[in-house]
């Protein structure tokens, strides 16, 4: 691997980044894992992952075929991806002298690229940013009527649309891809109406759901969007103070 490209997994790895593992050929199979440690020479150099949502059965059958593997996690505005395989599980995992967990062995990635995959950078929402969104579903015993707030953390933002936490919910993993939307932007004594839908819903571990938002575009007026511009432009802005090299 490049210097680049060993960065970006010891940086994972530095931050016990928490990514998704999916086997190649049915993306659809995920499981949730939290990066630990390169492993040793002995071990083939490959890299010990902790299973989140350790589907064990289905996970044991990638184990016993060997099955090709990618790993996905946050990097910066993007993500990067490495291609692997799922070697073997230990039960017993030193993570140092104190903490003992189950952990698996991937084999030594081959690659390991950064992707963007959306057309809009999604810019991180620290704290303490005087920006805050409120997000409303359709009642679904009265669709035409109610709107019900989802009383969800926003987590990044863009131009296009934006990702949301919540602590864990089944109601929110009965809700669908295209399912519309209202989002409300509160950024120094503004509120600022969007119109969006639903795209994606995911369990991150047993404790958070992630929702992914579009922004529906053609119902943005020329006010709404000047604002979304001059949000996005301070957090830029404050991303940029961040990401400075410190003296």
């Not at 939290?34 to 992952?49: F, H, I, P, Q, T």
């Not at 910066?76 to 230990?90: E, G, K, P, Y």
């Not at 993570?95 to 991937?106: F, G, I, K, R, S």
Request: aromatic letters at 6%; hydrophobic letters at 45%.
């Amino acid at each position: 691997m490049t210097g680049c490209q060993t960065d970006l997994l010891d940086r994972a790895i530095a931050g016990r980044l928490e990514g998704a593992l999916a086997a190649v050929a049915e993306p659809g199979r995920t499981w949730v894992v939290k990066l630990l440690a390169r492993a040793s020479e002995a071990d083939g150099g490959g890299v010990w992952v902790q299973p989140i949502d350790d589907k064990r059965r289905e996970l044991d059958k990638l184990i016993a075929a060997a099955t090709p593997v990618e790993v996905a996690w946050p990097a910066d505005n993007s993500r990067a991806v490495c291609n692997t395989a799922v070697l073997r599980r230990n039960k017993h995992y030193w993570l140092n002298d104190e903490v003992m967990l189950e952990a698996v062995l991937l084999a030594a990635p081959v690659d390991v690229r950064n992707e963007e995959r959306r057309a809009s950078p999604r810019l991180p929402v620290p704290d303490g940013c005087n920006l805050r969104a409120q997000l409303f579903r359709q009642s679904t015993t009265v669709p035409t009527a109610n709107w019900l707030e989802i009383h969800a953390k926003l987590w990044n933002l863009s131009l296009g649309g934006a990702c949301f936490m919540h602590p864990f919910e089944h109601a929110l993993l009965a809700m669908k891809s295209g399912d519309p939307l209202k989002l409300v932007l509160h950024f120094r004594d503004k509120k600022t109406p969007l119109p969006a839908r639903l795209v994606s819903v995911q369990s991150i571990s047993s404790r958070i759901v992630k929702l992914g938002v579009q922004f529906e575009q053609s119902g943005f007026d020329p006010t709404a969007r000047a604002e979304l511009e001059t949000v996005l432009a301070e957090l830029t802005r404050r991303d940029a103070l961040r990401h400075r090299p410190r003296r």
